[in-house]
């Protein structure tokens, strides 16, 4: 997944963050609800000492099983794809529709995010919807406090990140 997010990146590392109470209420704040994992991981992708943009796997509780997506985003936090990796709920597929995908791209965590605000929701689907809509908006801002303009990604090769090509 990785690699076609990133495909002419020259490599793709990681940074693990346990996030601090602190950090939690002030993430957890933004969003308007408490985040549900204290620990979260961010994926930078690089070439020549330059960053190429960020991704975020992570899961929503879709109506009744999880659904496991991932974000990627530009160096600057802008959301470029949304894709689902594992659905496992018995109805919904359509969000893997590319026209709901699509809607996310440009967003930022400047923007909604919110279901029948800036994304609309897929008819029959309404629920896995809503638990995208979710997701994103949570990797946005995970993205935007953690990573764009933080120095925990200042060097590629920092002692902590690990290479996953």
Known sequence: MLSSFFPHSEKVTFR???LTPAQRAHISHRLGYTLPKTHYTIFV????????????????KGEHEPITFATRLSSRGVVEAMEIMVY??????EV???????QFQGKTCQDPLR???????????????????VGVRRAAILVDELAVGSSAFAQADAPSARATR
């Open 88 to 93: 496992r709920e018995p109805r919904g597929e």
């Open 96 to 102: 893997r529709d590319p026209r709901f995908r699509k």
């Open 16 to 18: 693990s963050f346990d």
């Open 115 to 133: 279901l029948n605000q800036d994304i609309d929701a897929v008819s029959g689907a309404t629920i896995s919807s809503a638990s995208l809509t």
């Open 45 to 60: 992708a690089s070439t020549g000492g330059r960053i190429d943009g960020f991704a975020v796997i992570d899961e929503e």
